[in-house]
C-alpha cells in the first residue's frame, strides 16, 4: 500500500510540473504577441505634429502675400495708359487759386484728366496746398509755371531755369510728386529763342509744353461762349492740346468744351512723362 501511494503522489507531482510547462510555452507567444501589438498602437501618436504645425503657419504664409497682392494692385492703380486714336490734353495756366476746387469738381463730374501748369508765388499759398494734393490725389498732371510769370526776370535777366527748378520743388514738397515738364510764361518763342536758356534746360533735363490751341479765354471775361467758339474752330487735328487758364469765365465753358470734344471722339488725356513728345514752338527736339 505505502509504495503504490508513493508513486502515485510522484504521478501527481509530474502531471503538475508538465501542466505547467505547457502553460508556459503556451503564454510566451501570448506575451509577446501583446507586447508588438501594443506598440503598433502606439505609434500614430507621432504624425498629428505635423497637422498642427501646418495650421500655425498657414495664416503667416497668407499674411506674407497680402503685400505683395497690395503692391501690384498700387501698380496698375498708378500706371498711365497710353492714349490712342483723337486725344486732346486739356491744361490750366497760372494756378492754383480760389478755383482749382471747382475745376477739379467739373473734372471729375465728366470723369476727365487734365494738366495744370502752376506759380511758385501761387503754390507757396497755405491755404492753396490742399487743392494741389487733391489735384494730384485724383490724377491730374502738375507741372511749373514759373515763380513770378516776369518776362523781364525770366528771359531777359535768364532766370528762367532757376525759376522753373524753384517752381518744380515747390510743387515736390507739396505733393510728393517729381515732375519735369514746365509751360514757359508767353510761350517759348520769344522766350526761348536764347540758346543758352535752352542748353540750360537740357543739362537740367527739363521738358517743356507750349500748346496746338490757343483758348484766348484770358482776355474773354463775362464770355464762356466765345472761348468754346475758339476752341472748336481750333480743333483739327487728331492730337490737340488746349491752352486754358484758371479764370471764372473758363470754368463756365468747361462743360461745354469737354461736351464737343467727347462729341468728336476724342479721349482725354494727362502728360505722360514716359511718353514725351515735342511740342515746342521752336522745334527744338531735346525739349
Known amino acids: 500500500m505505502n509504495v503504490s501511494q508513493d508513486t502515485y503522489a510522484e504521478k501527481r507531482k509530474g502531471n503538475k510540473k508538465r501542466f505547467f510547462i505547457l502553460l508556459l510555452i503556451l503564454l510566451i507567444p501570448i506575451f509577446f504577441t501583446g507586447f508588438f501589438v501594443g506598440k503598433s498602437f502606439s505609434a500614430p501618436k507621432k504624425p498629428i505634429e505635423p497637422e498642427v504645425i501646418e495650421d500655425?503657419?498657414?495664416?503667416?504664409?497668407?499674411?506674407?502675400?497680402?503685400?505683395?497682392?497690395?503692391?501690384q494692385s498700387k501698380e496698375e492703380t498708378s500706371a498711365v495708359e497710353k492714349p490712342t486714336g483723337k486725344v486732346v490734353y486739356l491744361t490750366f495756366d497760372d494756378g492754383p487759386s480760389k478755383l482749382t476746387d471747382e475745376f477739379l469738381n467739373v473734372l471729375q463730374e465728366h470723369d476727365v484728366k487734365a494738366t495744370f501748369f502752376m506759380q511758385g508765388k501761387n503754390l507757396k499759398k497755405e491755404y492753396l496746398q490742399e487743392s494741389v494734393k487733391r489735384a494730384v490725389k485724383e490724377r491730374?498732371?502738375?507741372?511749373?509755371?514759373?515763380?513770378?510769370?516776369?518776362?523781364?526776370?525770366?528771359?531777359?535777366e535768364n532766370q528762367f531755369v532757376p525759376?522753373?527748378?524753384?517752381?518744380?520743388?515747390?510743387?515736390?514738397?507739396?505733393?510728393?510728386?517729381?515732375?519735369?515738364?514746365?509751360?514757359?510764361?508767353?510761350?517759348?518763342a520769344p522766350g526761348l529763342k536764347n540758346e543758352q536758356i535752352r542748353q540750360q534746360l537740357v543739362d537740367a533735363e527739363i521738358k517743356v509744353w507750349?500748346?496746338?490751341?490757343?483758348?484766348?479765354?484770358?482776355?474773354?471775361?463775362?464770355?464762356?461762349?466765345?472761348?468754346?467758339?475758339?476752341?472748336?474752330?481750333?480743333?483739327?487735328d487728331e492730337k490737340e492740346i488746349v491752352l486754358m487758364h484758371e479764370k471764372t469765365q473758363t470754368l463756365?465753358?468747361?462743360?461745354?468744351?469737354?461736351?464737343?470734344?467727347?462729341?468728336?471722339?476724342?479721349?482725354?488725356?494727362?502728360?505722360?512723362?514716359?511718353?514725351?513728345?515735342?511740342?515746342?514752338?521752336?522745334?527744338?527736339?531735346?525739349?
Open 56 to 71: 500655425v503657419e498657414a495664416p503667416l504664409v497668407q499674411e506674407e502675400q497680402k503685400p505683395k497682392e497690395e503692391e
Open 140 to 156: 491730374h498732371y502738375i507741372g511749373a509755371h514759373s515763380m513770378t510769370h516776369d518776362f523781364k526776370k525770366l528771359y531777359k
Open 163 to 188: 525759376e522753373m527748378r524753384e517752381t518744380l520743388e515747390l510743387i515736390r514738397d507739396i505733393t510728393g510728386e517729381s515732375p519735369q515738364l514746365v509751360r514757359p510764361p508767353y510761350g517759348s
Open 210 to 236: 507750349d500748346w496746338t490751341i490757343d483758348s484766348q479765354d484770358w482776355k474773354l471775361k463775362d464770355n464762356p461762349n466765345q472761348i468754346i467758339e475758339n476752341i472748336k474752330l481750333g480743333t483739327k
Open 252 to 287: 463756365a465753358a468747361l462743360p461745354e468744351v469737354i461736351k464737343f470734344y467727347k462729341e468728336q471722339g476724342y479721349q482725354f488725356a494727362i502728360y505722360d512723362e514716359s511718353d514725351h513728345f515735342v511740342l515746342n514752338f521752336l522745334n527744338d527736339i531735346r525739349l
